[in-house]
């Protein structure tokens, strides 16, 4: 799978952003049919000069929704939170 498939779109909430501040560590939004080699790929691809130390994924399951006729669920989406090695950062 291509980088950019992976990996969807940064995760900021004030969790991931203070994860970021202590811990080096980064939120994305990835693919759901991706793993953690895949994740880590992609990761060296968009940027290569950093070093990513730890990969931890979860799923976080739709939530069901109101719609005009019923009920639907939204879509689960799948969470990768990045650790890089200390001193490194992501930029843009």
Do not use: C
Request: glycine letters at 6%; zero cysteines; proline letters at 3%.
């Amino acid at each position: 799978m291509d980088a950019y498939r992976i990996i969807k779109r940064p995760v900021i909430t004030e969790k991931v952003t203070r994860l970021t501040e202590l811990f080096n560590t980064y939120g994305f939004e990835v693919d759901r049919r991706a793993n953690k080699i895949q994740i880590r790929q992609a990761i060296k691809d968009l940027w290569p000069d950093v070093t990513v130390t730890k990969i931890t994924t979860r799923t976080r399951k739709g939530k069901p929704r109101r719609v005009r006729t019923g009920w639907d669920h939204s879509a689960s989406i799948k969470l990768a939170l990045v650790t890089l090695a200390e001193g490194q950062t992501i930029e843009g």
